[in-house]
């Protein structure tokens, strides 16, 4: 039986535990959370509670032959990421398993001004966020290369689904870009992403490196005036960029400011991923029914 290990298995990491034990394996399923962990044990799921900030916490891990998806997302601060090196040096190099699927974000490529990236596309982030994804990425690729491990790395867009819209900044009335100053942005539905990691888990060879995203792109303010009416709340109001990078936060600064087209075409052809939700409108009303 194939032996499945998520790390980080939280928003996304469920969808893809529930997936494989409705297909007969029963996943392994690394959480940071004592709560959480009760939660997914409760459930029937095996569980290990432990964090990646502090390794020695981790018991020893046995994954041979085992597919990981490693799912955690870097810490705050710097442009290494500390938690996917800490599992790379702790757990990968005592334990080599089949595959590694690493799901990392487009924040990775260079800012395009509404341009299409591909894969091939530059990836030289601008955000620190970004720099460390690609950190992550660096590190997984060169142990998968001295270790003779297939990785494949998922490039994943903005990810929205069930309890995952932004009714907060919604309800505040946080200001958005001004619809004419805002460029194209890339979202997938977290259940057409789980899709897509198990699709890379079965199809995806080593070294490859996919784009995740729905190929409909919209900007951040129609996004977010979309999922205000799906909620029945007000739109909020809008600013011009000038106005922005005064009164928005660096972070929502940074998503607003940056735009790109996101190409989708190796997920749906190397993949084979059939899109659930392939339209923002569709993943919204599904997101609130």
């Known amino acids: ?43 029937g799921y095996k569980v290990i509670v432990s964090t990646l900030d502090d390794v020695a916490s981790l018991p020893q891990l046995d994954l041979t032959e085992s597919t990981v998806f490693y799912l955690v997302p870097p810490p705050g601060g710097g442009v290494i ?23 990392s974000a487009t924040s990775v490529y260079s800012e395009t001004h509404g341009g299409v990236v591909t894969e091939e596309s530059p990836a030289i982030p601008a955000s620190a966020m970004g720099k460390r994804r690609l950190d992550a990425e660096s590190a997984f690729m060169e142990y998968g290369r001295r270790c003779n491990v297939p990785v494949v790395v998922l490039r994943v867009s903005g990810i929205y689904g069930p309890g995952r819209l932004p009714l907060m900044q919604i ?22 992403l789980a899709t897509a990691c198990l699709a890379a888990g079965r199809y995806g060879e080593n070294g490859d490196i996919i784009n995740v995203s729905d190929g409909n792109p919209s900007s951040m303010t ?50 084979k991923v059939a899109l659930r939700y392939p339209s923002m409108l569709e993943g919204l009303k599904a997101s609130v029914d």
Request: glycine share 6%; net charge positive; aromatic share 6%.
């Open 222 to 271: 129609a996004y977010f005036n979309a999922c205000a009416d799906v909620l029945r709340l007000q739109r909020q109001p809008q600013v011009t960029l000038a106005e922005a990078a005064r009164v928005m936060s660096p972070l929502m600064f940074s998503y607003v400011s940056e735009s790109r087209i996101v190409d989708n075409s190796r997920m749906l052809e190397r993949l």
């Open 81 to 103: 990421d500390t938690r996917a090196r800490a599992f790379i040096d702790t757990v990968l190099s005592r334990s080599a398993p089949a595959k590694i699927i690493y799901m």
């Open 1 to 43: 039986m194939q032996k499945i290990f998520i790390a980080g298995c939280g928003y996304i990491g469920e969808r893809i535990a529930r997936s494989c034990r409705d297909s007969g394996t029963d996943p392994v399923c690394l959480v940071r959370s004592a709560e959480h962990g009760t939660r997914l044990a409760a459930a």
């Open 171 to 192: 309800s505040q009335g946080q200001p958005l870009l001004r619809e004419e100053e805002s460029g194209p942005s890339n979202r997938i539905h977290a259940d057409d």
